[in-house]
Antibody, heavy 124, light 115 residues
């Protein structure tokens, strides 16, 4: 059974870099069948896609965050990671990792399995 | 104007049907888009319900009851999530999503109350 688990600091200072990792069990991040996704949800608000990555390293980012975001994949650890730099209070959110099924090497369906999420607060 | 617009709230009675709409921005034709639907309960991650583009291009999420179904209303330029035989456990927030201009975009969500 596929499981995704987010991990990382729950508190990040303004202007610093938010770093999270998603550990995948029950599937391989190195599989050509899936893409891997980060999404976030500010307190009391809706969902926002951050970015998507393929095992090859090809990544797709939300244009509104692209200048600050890097998503990477580590097949040896079966993990993928998110880095968001220059954070502000507006980046306070629950961060989710999720899986998308591939529809080719550069196309994918929506997210069908989500992690439980991890809360990140940006505050000094 | 947002790409996807959802009513903020909807109430319906147990046993009844609820139709949740997801309206695409003017100029974006719903017919060419896959619309995804998610259910979220307080303190939990979103759960994938289904995706719908057409009757020949749709998918039910794993373990999702058949009383959840997707469709489109071309005249309203909207995707629709129909929940039949409403149960108290169906209460929650429902989000639609689609791929537009090289990005996943979500609707603002509809809070469904079953009372």
């Amino acid at each position: 059974q596929l499981q995704l688990q987010e991990s990382g600091p729950g508190l990040v200072k303004p202007s610093e870099t938010l770093s999270l990792t998603c550990t995948v069990s029950g599937a391989s991040v190195g599989s050509s069948s899936y893409f891997w996704v980060w999404i976030r949800q500010p307190p009391g608000k809706g969902l926002e896609w951050i970015g998507t990555i393929y095992y090859s390293g090809s990544a797709y980012y939300n244009p509104s965050l692209k200048s600050r975001v890097t998503i990477s994949v580590d097949t040896s650890k079966n993990q993928f990671s998110l880095k968001l730099n220059s954070v502000t209070a507006a980046d306070t959110a629950v961060y989710y990792c999720a899986r998308s099924t591939a529809a080719g090497s550069s196309a994918f369906y929506g997210m069908d399995v989500w992690g439980q999420g991890t809360t990140v607060t940006v505050s000094s | 104007q947002a790409v996807l617009t959802q009513p903020s709230s909807l109430s319906a009675s147990p046993g009844a049907s609820a139709s949740l709409t997801c309206t695409l921005r003017s100029g974006i034709n719903v017919g060419t888009y896959r619309i995804y639907w998610y259910q979220q309960k307080p303190g939990s991650p979103p759960q994938y319900l289904l995706r719908y583009k057409s009757d020949s291009d749709k998918q039910q999420g794993s373990g999702v009851p058949s009383r959840f179904s997707g469709s489109k209303d071309a005249s309203a330029n909207a995707g629709i999530l129909l929940i039949s035989g409403l149960q108290s456990e169906d209460e929650g927030d429902y989000y639609c999503m689609t791929w537009h201009s090289s990005a996943w975009v979500f609707g603002g969500g509809t809070k469904l109350t079953v009372l």
